[in-house]
């Protein structure tokens, strides 16, 4: 975001600039004489140390955190320099004599390197932590090539000059010593950043021209040749460069991580040093010295250190190649898939169903498309969480693949959809109903079982249709599976033309459903519930069936037509008295206490009319308390806990008892059956349905049953077809039992007869 990047105001540039310059012209050309440049030079590091550790003092108070303790080293450092500056002056130009050495002036001077430092290091801007070895091989080229030169120039010369005392000699050898680490410093901390750091720059610039004037003025003292000049611009320069240091602004969070293909503007900085480090053994060989034995080493040193880094860049930059490719390959990837479940994605199903589509108008490949959508996943996600529709959704791709074959193309379309592309010529409704019955069995997800079902709409090309694109197809597949929605959950339907899409045919539906129900057309099948104790009927459940049009609707088809049209109430309010008519009916004359059981809606437990409507049937049949049993799905507890325990207890208190139908295939969890108080329990077909041949069912019926007994519920198990199944649950305890092996659901003119049948053998 270079708009961001904040200039250095020009008036402070030009202000450093000019002070430059003069200080140029009077320490390099010698301009004034040569008392006035000796006064100029004192004066001048004084005032330019000053004016840099004013303006970093104020850029300390405009900031905070690592920032401002970063500008307090650094002013602190400076100031401490603009004092060792005002002793040297007084000694220089107020007494006019030499000032000594060691004195308090030095005390001051080097109370720079040690808040320069402070303030490098704390500098927010320092480089980020990566290529951590090559950054370490870079310090130390750095290090031997910097040592290399201060040997053969400052410390080497500070050493051989010697001093008065071991005192003497130690402050003079921290001169060197302490620019040495300075400059290493500098070039580690540039090395290591990217990007626009203004601040940081100029800051480390100021630092390495201080350092390096400061290492020529101890060279040259002891060689006994320091006539000021440039190296008295150097340290103005530096402070003059400090002190612009704050005015920059360093844009880190801005900048990206170096973008491959760019080189790194300080990655050749290392290499300054050393190129330094040659000319000067360079000059010092031609002017006749021979290199001894320690600078020999620190060449040969600094070779090897050159070599391995160079290794190290090579290596590091084949990494990062094998891992771009590795990136690219999964960029290209996620293009193409569906991020949840790995699944082919939409423009990936569209472009393979375009070149199938191709194929099949120049030589007639097959082609055809099933859609699905999940049966109410939306409960599922709102009711047990969005990980835990996830984890579904994930579940349901892998059977999806493994229903299929491969070589067919699956995917994800978006939420609940999936598509799948067959291009063998197989039979798609084969096909469909293969994934229909590999979705039936619950899904066992981490924190529960859910049972989920798929609506399927089927479309095949075939060769007299007009040339179609992949939008119009998928379409018609999206058609038919609506079409296969309306007609119940977990059901498939075949494209045919004049299949419409429109909510009409719905409304038609719930139109006639409702004159149906007015006309009294509806009938009631009563599927008897067996008692295993003395073998007949312990009661039966009212089931509606619909006749239209020359057709048996199914109940799944026109209850949930009913729900979605608002009958339903209608309905329930027709069957309630139709089955508390005929049971009472039954019951006339009879000791026992014949129960019917009447399938209640979502939308009717949570609506306290609903309780007036049903103790109003009861009364008028004059049903028994127990007689009247409702059945309600655990989906119905879900939305309005509160209000449902409310109906239910106000129905108990009402003498009608109720049962939760399907138990262990909806959401409820164990606290809902706690917070509901509950008469029955029915354990949903599918944990029946295998039983007698799968160990694990029985260990899970059997924890149901343990479950029922402990909540004091009475259990029926659903959907009882073999008599192996029968066999088992009575070993197990179960007391009640219904199924088509018992008795499918009859006719009403049948249960008379039925409910004094012995269908099973009784237990006692
Ligand atoms: P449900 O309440 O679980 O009813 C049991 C369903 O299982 C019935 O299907 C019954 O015929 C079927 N069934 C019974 N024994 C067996 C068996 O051994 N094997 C198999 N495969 N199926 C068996 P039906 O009559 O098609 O009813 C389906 C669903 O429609 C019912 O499930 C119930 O939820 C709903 N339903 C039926 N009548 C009404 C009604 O009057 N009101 C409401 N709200 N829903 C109703
Ligand atoms: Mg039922
Ligand atoms: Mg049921």
Redesign the pocket.
Same mark, same amino acid.
């Given at each position: 975001m270079a708009t961001n990047r904040r200039r250095i105001p020009p008036a402070a540039a030009a202000a450093a600039t000019a002070a430059f310059a003069v200080s140029a012209a009077v320490l390099v050309l010698g301009l004034g004489g040569r008392s006035f440049v000796q006064s100029y030079t004192d004066l001048a590091q004084l005032t330019a140390a000053a004016v840099a550790s004013a303006c970093c003092a104020l850029a300390a108070l405009r900031t905070d955190g690592r920032a401002r303790r970063s500008w307090v080293a650094v002013a602190v450092g400076c100031a401490g320099w603009a004092v060792g500056e005002g002793i040297w002056s007084w000694f220089e130009l107020v007494r006019g004599v030499d000032t000594p050495f060691p004195s308090a002036a030095d005390l001051g001077f080097l109370l720079f390197p040690v808040g320069a430092a402070a303030a490098l290091l704390l500098h927010p801007a320092r480089g980020s932590e990566h290529a951590q070895g090559r950054r370490i091989l870079d310090a130390l080229v750095a290090t031997s090539a910097i040592a290399l030169v201060s040997w053969e120039t400052a410390l080497g010369a500070v050493l051989a000059a010697g001093a008065d005392d071991r005192f003497a000699l130690t402050v003079a050898l921290a001169y060197p010593l302490s620019d040495l680490l300075l400059l290493l410093l500098v070039v580690l901390i540039l090395s290591g950043a990217s990007g626009s750091r203004t601040q940081l720059g100029l800051l480390a610039a100021g630092v390495a021209s201080l350092s390096v004037s400061d290492s020529g003025f101890a060279y040259l003292t002891s060689v006994g040749s320091y006539d000021g000049g440039a190296i008295d611009l150097g340290w103005v320069a530096g402070f003059l460069l400090i002190a612009l240091a704050p005015f920059g602004r360093d844009v880190t969070a801005a900048v990206p991580r170096l973008a491959p293909g760019r080189t790194d503007r300080w990655i050749f900085l290392p290499y300054v040093p050393v190129g330094l480090a040659g000319i000067v053994t360079l000059a010092r060989l031609l002017a006749g010295n021979a290199p001894s034995s320690l600078q020999l080493g620190l060449i040969g040193v600094v070779v090897l250190l050159v070599l391995v880094r160079q290794y190290l860049t090579l290596h590091e930059n084949a990494t990062l190649t094998g891992e771009l490719a590795v990136r690219e390959s999964q960029l290209r990837h996620q293009a193409f898939h569906d991020a949840l479940t790995g699944l082919a994605n939409r423009s990936l199903f569209q472009d393979r169903l375009g070149h199938a589509l191709d194929l099949h108008g120049r030589d007639l490949r097959p082609v055809a498309v099933l859609f699905l959508d999940l049966d109410d996943f939306k409960l599922t996600n709102d009711t047990l969480g969005h990980g835990a529709g996830d984890e579904l959704l994930v579940r349901v791709s892998e059977r999806l693949l493994a229903a299929v074959r491969t070589g067919d193309t699956v995917a994800r379309l978006g939420g609940d959809e999936f598509a799948v592309l067959l291009e063998d010529g197989g039979d798609p409704v084969t096909v469909a109903a293969a994934i229909e019955t590999a979705l039936r069995a619950p899904f066992t997800l981490k924190t529960s079982t859910v049972k989920m079902g798929a609506s399927i709409g089927v479309v095949a090309v075939e060769a007299t249709d007009a040339p179609t694109t992949p939008d119009e197809l998928l379409a018609r597949a999206d058609t038919a599976m609506y079409a296969a929605k309306r007609s119940g959950k977990g059901q498939l339907r075949v494209f045919a033309k004049g299949m419409s899409l429109s909510e009409l045919s719905d409304q038609r539906m719930g139109v006639s459903l409702a004159a149906s129900v007015a006309a009294d057309e509806l009938k009631l099948?009563y599927?008897p519930i067996v008692s295993l104790d003395h073998g007949r009927p312990e009661g039966v =459940?009212? @089931? #509606?069936r619909w006749h239209h049009m020359g057709r048996d609707v199914?109940? #799944?088809e026109f209850?949930a037509v009913a729900e979605r049209t608002g009958v339903?109430g209608e @309905?329930?309010t027709w %069957?309630l008295g139709e089955a508390c008519r005929q049971v009472a009916g039954w019951s006339r004359g009879s000791t026992r206490l014949l129960q019917v059981s %009447?399938? %209640?809606?979502p939308a009717q437990i949570t609506d306290p009319a609903f309780v007036g409507v049903v103790l109003d049937q009861v009364k008028r049949h004059g049903l028994r308390r127990g007689q009247l049993v409702l =059945?309600i /799905?655990e989906s119905s507890l879900l939305t309005e806990v509160t209000v449902a325990r409310e109906v239910v207890s106000a129905l108990r208190a009402g003498g009608v008892r109720i049962a939760l $139908? $399907?138990f262990g295939v909806g959401y409820s969890s164990l606290s809902q059956l706690h917070a509901i108080e509950l008469d029955i329990l029915k354990i949903d077909?599918s944990f029946i349905d295998q039983i007698d041949e799968d160990s694990r069912q029985v260990r899970l019926l059997r924890s149901l049953l343990r479950l029922g007994a402990d909540l004091g519920l009475q259990v029926v198990a =659903? *959907? %009882? =077809?073999r008599p192996a199944q029968l066999d088992l649950l009575r070993e197990l305890g179960c007391q009640l039992v219904? *199924? $088509? @092996?018992l008795a /499918?659901?009859l006719d009403a003119s049948e249960i008379p007869a039925a409910i004094d049948r012995q269908l099973v053998p009784a237990s006692r």
């Open positions: 099948a599927q =459940e009212a @089931l #509606a199914p109940p #799944a209850i339903i @309905l329930t %069957v %009447v399938n %209640v809606s =059945e /799905t $139908d $399907d077909r =659903e *959907g %009882v =077809e219904q *199924g $088509d @092996l /499918t659901p």
